[in-house]
């Protein structure tokens, strides 16, 4: 395996490797690379659902979606695509163009859940002649680059993340039920969190962080908007242009991403799976108790 580093503070591209057959040595090698890099890409691995999902499980359990309407053939698949059933792709305004509208804005996934995600892992099966690359930024590098004054200030600072607020931002609300929405209420997270597996601090934001605890509501927007704003300068951003059957896998905890734009008559289909975060409240795990008896009540 060899592990090349594609930016001066995260990213890693990962070659000579098949990920459907790692020994425990060998992911034991990644698992400690992508602790380090933050973001490991590994390219040209052509994986199906199953290869998927299987290679994510190593990283531990996976996530259920948040709304079925953007579930692939899997329940463990979330489907980021433009292409409807009939092979065109996606009318400007639709619901679903909408909806991934909102991936074009930083952040962490699943940051609006009580559990937010360790990892994403993204695959691309149909790609934009031009633009649609992924940007990843530094959260711990952000942080290191804040001065003392501004690290004391955020220290004890709770930000309230909230899926309604960031969607409803972009008017990406309508592909999901009132029941789908009820089920993520706003959840508090720490404005500067400590990495379980490294000890290191990082910022810990994005689009679903919607506004301070205990801050007036304008006044801490803002402040969260300007420190994003600085965290994700161009020189912590590493950007990923995909190829078809590359794989992505990311650190939610201290890394932000977003998707940029490409031409919108243009197929672009990837396919992602998440690892749920090892906090209590697991409520999104898929396989979990609450999981099973709402697939038994049809409600899942
Ligand atoms: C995601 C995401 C961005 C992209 O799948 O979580 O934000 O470039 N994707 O598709
Ligand atoms: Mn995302």
Not at 9 to 35: C, M, P, Y
Not at 66 to 89: C, H, K, L, W, Y
Not at 125 to 147: C, H, I, K, N
Not at 219 to 242: I, N, T
Request: aromatic letters at 6%; charged letters at 25%.
């Amino acid at each position: 395996m060899d592990i090349r580093p594609t930016h001066a503070t995260l990213g890693a591209i990962v070659t000579h490797i098949d990920v459907r057959s790692l020994t425990a040595d060998a992911f034991a090698k990644l698992e400690a690379a992508w602790h380090e890099h933050a973001v490991l890409i590994f390219p040209a691995q052509h994986l199906d659902d199953e290869a998927h999902i299987a290679f994510s499980r190593r990283f531990g359990s996976l996530e259920r979606l948040q709304t079925t309407a953007v579930e692939g053939a899997q329940p463990e698949i979330f489907m980021a695509s433009n292409v409807g059933p009939d092979g065109r792709t996606d009318p400007v305004g639709s619901a679903r163009f909408l909806h991934n509208k909102g991936n074009r804005i930083w952040h962490s996934d699943s940051s609006f859940k009580s559990n937010p995600a360790k990892a994403s892992l993204l695959r691309a099966e149909a790609v934009p002649s031009t633009g649609g690359e992924t940007e990843f930024a530094d959260m711990r590098a952000a942080y290191e680059a804040l001065d003392e004054e501004q690290q004391r200030w955020l220290a004890d600072k709770v930000a309230v993340h909230s899926f309604r607020y960031s969607q409803g931002q972009v008017g990406g609300l309508d592909l999901m039920s009132a029941t789908e929405l009820d089920a993520i209420p706003p959840v508090e997270h720490p404005i500067v969190a400590t990495h379980p597996a490294t000890g290191r601090k990082n910022l810990f934001i994005g689009r679903h962080a919607s506004h301070i605890a205990g801050a007036e509501l304008e006044e801490g927007r803002a402040r969260l908007r300007s420190l994003c704003a600085e965290a994700c300068r161009g020189d912590r951003v590493y950007r990923h242009r995909w190829r078809v059957g590359d794989v992505v896998i990311w650190d939610n905890r201290c890394v932000l991403h977003r998707g940029l734009p490409y031409p919108v008559d243009q197929p672009r289909i990837m396919c992602r799976t998440t690892v749920a975060g090892d906090q209590s409240g697991n409520d999104w795990v898929l396989g979990s108790t609450r999981d099973n008896a709402n697939k038994q009540k049809g409600t899942r």
